[in-house]
């Protein structure tokens, strides 16, 4: 089970870790603050008394419906906030009702004299925390403010008339400023960044599908130019061809060879421009992986020399570049990136080592096992996994042997 949850927090990008440790966080503090300010000093300092007795043991009831009335909330508020979907409508009846009797309670057991003036100031922003948390992304920052002094101008007021002592009400209303605030600054601040990093997150899968389209128009760009002089010279050389036939002129037969020499040279040019199109150079991809993760903020350093290494192994070396500096930017929180080439007895061992380690999504799909296909058209093998202590770093190992490769090229 807990190398499950392990797994599965890994897979998550930075936006989705950042979102799932925030919501975490809210729903902690709710409860975390109602036991800490409610619960705890109202057990130790309620009046044993029937009527404070029962007020409290109403109040304890009612928090706890606060805290379970927040904790389902804040999703549905984070998605509104978020724009990914509209809060649903009466999601706010439950939690104002349930303030509001915890205030009037609240006033109730001060009025009744069932506990100290400490206690009832803790329980003011015990019962404000749950409803603040929330409420705070589903509204604009004005009117949270402006709602939150008149609920603490109400508040103030329901006390002064109940025990109206000067120091009493300053520590009222710094209660009240204070629950407000802190629920105002965690939740909106909170919210904010989220909105910011899933903003990144919808810009770095943009540049991805732009990448790709505009690897597509030069693929099309590069077969435009290689088939659409020749298919013209042949649909004009076959219609000539035709009309000479139909003559019975003997010109028609130099004219389809010329047909078929044209046709035969596209399909080796259509060749070209497909290896062209799948093989890569390791030393553009090398040059490439270091431009990107730097510019990325990922400090990245290559050791590698491919100078004498053959083309296929390159080509194949190269790809798995390409998709290990691809898992670093989508999959990972790196803050440095090791690439290294070694010749070892004839053989090519390419590591591309990364901290802040997540395994990627194509391991075992069709990320890893693409690799894994080239190297193994080149006799080569791949191994990757989480490496170092508590698996904190990411390491891929390609080995090609280069005796094989000059055997199958020769």
């Avoid at 019962?127 to 948390?133: H, I, R």
Wanted: proline share 4%; with cysteine.
């Amino acid at each position: 089970m807990r190398r499950w949850q392990q797994r599965h927090w890994r897979e998550r990008s930075m936006a989705e870790r950042v979102e799932l440790q925030s919501v975490v966080t809210w729903h902690l503090s709710i409860w975390v603050f109602s036991l800490s300010w409610l619960a705890l000093p109202l057990v130790g300092g309620l009046a044993r008394r029937p009527v404070p007795m029962a007020l409290g043991a109403l109040l304890i009831a009612v928090a706890f419906g606060q805290c379970l009335a927040a904790s389902r909330l804040i999703r549905p508020a984070l998605d509104h906030y978020l724009g990914r979907a509209a809060l649903p409508p009466g999601a706010l009846r439950a939690p104002v009702v349930l303030l509001a009797l915890a205030l009037g309670t609240i006033v109730a057991l001060a009025a009744a004299g069932g506990t100290d003036p400490a206690t009832v100031r803790l329980a003011i922003g015990s019962a404000l925390m749950p409803f603040g948390m929330p409420y705070a992304l589903v509204v604009p920052v004005r009117v949270f403010l402006r709602r939150s002094a008149l609920l603490a101008a109400l508040v103030v007021a329901a006390f002064a008339a109940v025990r109206g002592d000067g120091l009493g009400l300053v520590a009222t209303v710094a209660v009240t400023v204070f629950a407000t605030g802190f629920t105002l600054a965690a939740g909106r601040c909170g919210a904010w960044t989220l909105s910011v990093l899933w903003e990144a997150e919808r810009a770095r899968e943009i540049e991805a599908r732009l990448a790709v389209a505009e690897e597509r128009l030069r693929f099309g760009r590069d077969l435009h130019d290689v088939l659409g002089r020749n298919l013209s010279v042949i649909s004009l050389k076959s219609e000539l061809a035709v009309q000479l036939a139909r003559r019975g002129r003997p010109e028609a037969v130099e004219q389809m060879i010329e047909v078929q020499r044209i046709a035969q040279e596209s399909q080796r040019e259509v060749r070209a421009v497909v290896r062209g199109y799948r093989e890569a150079d390791l030393r553009a991809e090398l040059a490439g992986a270091q431009g990107v993760l730097t510019a990325a903020g990922i400090a990245c350093e290559v050791r590698a020399d491919p100078a004498g290494l053959p083309a296929e192994v390159q080509s194949a070396l190269g790809w798995v570049v390409r998709e290990a500096a691809t898992n670093v930017l989508r999959h990972g929180d790196a803050g440095r990136c090791e690439v290294g080439l070694r010749m070892l007895e004839g053989r090519a061992v390419l590591t591309v080592e990364n901290d802040g380690a997540v395994a990627p999504s194509g391991d075992g799909g069709s990320g890893i096992a693409g690799l894994r296909e080239r190297l193994a058209a080149v006799g080569g093998t791949l191994e990757a996994g989480l490496v170092g202590t508590g698996g904190d770093r990411f390491r891929l190992v390609a080995d090609v042997p280069l005796t094989t490769v000059r055997g199958v090229t020769s």
